[in-house]
């Protein structure tokens, strides 16, 4: 009994020294938490939205790579970031996610710079949604695909989907529930009406003229990435201890089947021309499958798919800005909340103003920049995943990777050497604009200490001492922890 009795203080102590016991806010008692069919479609769309997307795939590297990059890149990929989310979100169920991991991990120089290097990628992926939007809308009204029309809807699709944003959580949540199931029926119906069509030989087609590997690996990355976005609002998220491993696993099957489905159903179909495999070929394959009608549904998925990724990406950089604040590293004006609706107004206004500009800027390498940024936070990530185990080993962790710490190293080995590889086929560009942002948010971080420490800016002191926030020391942080945790 009283070796139990110890080991239980050693966990409390644990806990209370790596900030993992959640801290109520004065929000908690008014907030409409997220249930798990929202949180679940809100992660489908951090990660997919759908099909759209893949055609690059096929085009590189014929049909049999497709479909099985499409099923065995979430076993060495997804998979293993999907984990190290459910493990961590779990144990540090608050609002910033990946902020948290890596500043209670590193400090909150590597927090900040993980918050930034994220927010800036999440900003850019963002952007290129009503941009693809207005490029499928063009299929249906050319008028859309150029001109003051199409500069004017861009402004209006991010202010109104910005102010939808606003009025709550679980709103976006339920819409992007409607929007996930109304833009996949089209490649439910699609699959049943090929059957009859397939020859099972046309998946086995690999070798057929030239491999284009970057693009190949790119678009499996670019599909297949972003399960922690989600862990940035894990503090809304109802029971998240419960909630956010369960969604995070049917978020998996739903992504895997969205994307495995279609492709079987059109290579399987339809004679081969890699030449044809480009974004949107989709739509005219379902129109040669099963008519006009639902090439035409197929169309108007993909406008519908484009409002969840953008409603979830603005979700999570808008929890993220206000997480940040909550631990000391952002001004506290950016945690501030609605009074009518609990969202996080200021987070909500930045991130949608870098969004609205940087959808009028040409988007190649800014695109690439954000991918290898996104790189540079996933190393991090997975660095603090590994040390917080090593350093905290008995924290409670509701939920827990069934392996040591020479099995995590391994599982974590795989999804690291595919970052190094894709960071490998950036250009010089690219290398010269994520470094520049990378100075800039450097930059950043003692700017913010600068204001903190000469009071030129208002900085909140709610969770700062246990969630790595900006100058305290050591045992500031543990005073701090322990009377926020027992009062």
């Not at 948290?100 to 963002?126: D, Q």
């Not at 695109?367 to 940024?373: D, I």
């Amino acid at each position: 009994m009283g070796g139990s009795s110890n080991d239980d203080e050693d966990q409390e102590h644990e806990n209370i020294e790596a900030g993992g016991q959640r801290i109520e806010s004065r929000w908690d008692s008014k907030s409409k938490k997220l249930k798990l069919i929202p949180l679940i479609f809100l992660i489908y769309f951090e990660v997919s939205g759908g099909p759209f997307g893949e055609e690059p795939a096929v085009q590189a590297a014929g049909p049999l790579l497709a479909i099985a990059g499409f099923l065995v890149f979430p076993f060495i990929w997804s998979i293993p970031e999907a984990l190290v989310t459910a493990e961590l979100a779990t144990a540090y169920p608050g609002n910033g996610g990946y902020v948290v991991w890596a500043g209670t991990a590193f400090g909150p120089f590597w927090g900040f710079l993980m918050g930034w290097w994220k927010w800036i990628g999440g900003v850019i992926n963002n952007a290129a949604y009503p941009v693809l939007c207005f490029d499928y809308l063009k299929l249906l009204l050319p008028a859309c695909g150029h001109g003051p029309v199409r500069d004017v809807g861009i402004l209006l699709y991010t202010v109104l989907l910005s102010y939808l944003n606003f009025t709550g959580l679980s709103i976006v949540g339920w819409t992007a529930a409607i929007l996930g199931t109304v833009s996949l029926l089209p490649f439910v119906l699609m699959a049943l009406i090929s059957i009859p069509q397939i020859k099972a030989s046309r998946w086995l087609v690999a070798d057929q003229g030239h491999m284009d590997w970057s693009v190949y690996f790119n678009t499996l990355f670019w599909n297949l990435n972003f399960w922690d976005n989600a862990s940035t609002l894990a503090g809304e998220v109802e029971e998240p201890q419960r909630t956010f491993p369960r969604a995070l696993l049917c978020a998996g099957i739903l992504t895997v089947l969205g994307y495995v489905l279609p492709l079987l159903a059109v290579t399987g179909a339809l004679e081969l021309d890699r030449g044809l495999w480009s974004d949107g070929y989709l739509a005219d394959a379902a129109e040669l499958i099963a008519g006009a009608w639902l090439k035409y549904w197929v169309e108007i998925g993909a406008v519908l798919s484009t409002v969840g990724l953008f409603e979830a990406q603005l979700s999570s950089a808008s929890f993220q800005l206000l997480g940040m604040a909550e631990m000391g590293i952002l001004p506290s004006i950016m945690g501030s909340r609605s009074r009518s609706y609990n969202t996080p107004t200021w987070g909500i206004v930045a991130s949608s103003c870098g969004t609205l500009l940087l959808s009028y800027v040409s988007f190649t390498n800014i695109v690439s920049a954000a991918n290898f940024l996104y790189s540079c936070g996933m190393l991090l990530e997975f660095a603090s995943f590994l040390w917080l185990r090593r350093k905290f080993p008995s924290m409670k962790r509701p939920y827990r990777v069934p392996l040591g710490i020479p099995g995590l190293v391994c599982m974590c080995s795989v999804p690291v050497g595919f970052l190094i590889f894709v960071m490998t086929l950036a250009n010089s560009v690219v290398y010269i604009l994520a470094s520049s942002v990378t100075v800039v948010g450097i930059l950043g971080y003692f700017l913010m200490i600068t204001c903190k420490r000469r009071n030129w800016i208002a900085f909140g002191i709610e969770g700062e001492g246990e969630r790595g926030g900006i100058q305290n020391s050591p045992a500031e942080n543990r005073t701090e922890a322990e009377a926020l945790l027992h009062d």
